[in-house]
Structures are given as C-alpha cells and as structure tokens.
C-alpha cells in the first residue's frame, strides 16, 4: 500500500493521505507542530508528500525539506506549492516568513543548502485567475509586473544513496 502524505493541511483534507496539521481540525489525522523535529514518523516511510502553502510559514524551510527526505523512502515525490515572491499574496501574509521564486531550489542551492537528494522534476508557474494565461510574454513582463504569477508548484524526487 503506499503511504502518502499531506503536510500542513488546513482543512484541505485528502482521501487516501495521512493529513497533519498544527490543528485539531475536522479530518486532521496526526497533530503536528511541523517546527518541532524530529516529526512523528519512522524513516522512509511515504512514497508521496504533498506540501500546499506550508513551506513558506515554516521556522527554516532547509531543515522542514531535510525532515521530508528523512520521512521520504527513495524514488518518493514531493510537491510542493508556494506564494510566489512578487505575487501579492506572498507579500500580504504576515506570516509568511519566506518567499519564493522560480530559482529557489537551483541544482546549485540544493547543494549549498546540502540537499541534492532532492531532483527537481518539475517548476511551474501557476495562476488563480484564468484570465491571466492570456497574458503575453508573461515571462518577460513578469520582471515589471507583480501579480501576473500567483504560486510556484514544486515536483522533486528523492534519490538516496544506498
């Protein structure tokens, strides 16, 4: 059976996947302060983590990714979704503590941050407004435009060395 996980929940409860959140909330599986370490599960456990909006409220976001490749059997994926950094919902929550972008997790700041058992699969940009897919040159305008990109989605695998 795999094991999937969804992290920092809310109460965006999924079907099938263990759900932990910092509140007691309807669906809420295990309550979990995501800060405090090492969380309640045995290594390599889930063969799917999913991280929607948590990444940027946690305390030290290297240690959080470093506590999901523990959790994270080889070959398992992490997604991951942020604010992005010149959207204005990363800019208006006071509680985020990190911001994002599309470089974030380079080949090269997943070795500085001595994460390079985490393979970037996947980024991409996402919008909660459709009508901004008809935005042109996104990309370009994006440098002097906030707002055009609302979040960045995350895909990595985990690759563990024997």
Not at 53 to 81: A, F, M, Q, W, Y
Not at 127 to 156: A, H, Q, T
Request: net charge positive; with cysteine.
């Amino acid at each position: 059976m795999i094991k999937k996980l969804n992290l920092g929940c809310g109460g965006d409860i999924m079907e099938g996947y263990i759900n932990v959140d910092s509140l007691k909330l309807n669906g809420v599986d295990i309550v979990h302060n995501l800060n405090k370490f090492p969380w309640p599960f045995k290594n390599n456990t889930f063969e799917e983590v999913i991280m929607k909006s948590v990444l940027e409220h946690v305390d030290n976001p290297i240690k959080t990714l470093k506590e999901v490749i523990r959790i994270g059997s080889n070959n398992s994926s992490i997604t991951i979704i942020v604010p992005y950094a010149h959207s204005l919902a990363a800019v208006t929550d006071i509680q985020h503590k990190t911001h994002f972008t599309e470089n974030s997790f380079s080949e090269e700041l997943l070795r500085e941050y001595d994460l390079q058992e985490l393979k970037l699969e996947k980024r991409q940009f996402l919008y909660k407004n459709l009508w901004k897919r008809y935005i042109p040159f996104k990309r370009i305008l994006n440098v002097f435009l906030n707002g055009i990109y609302d979040d960045l989605l995350f895909e990595f695998k985990i690759t563990k060395k024997s």
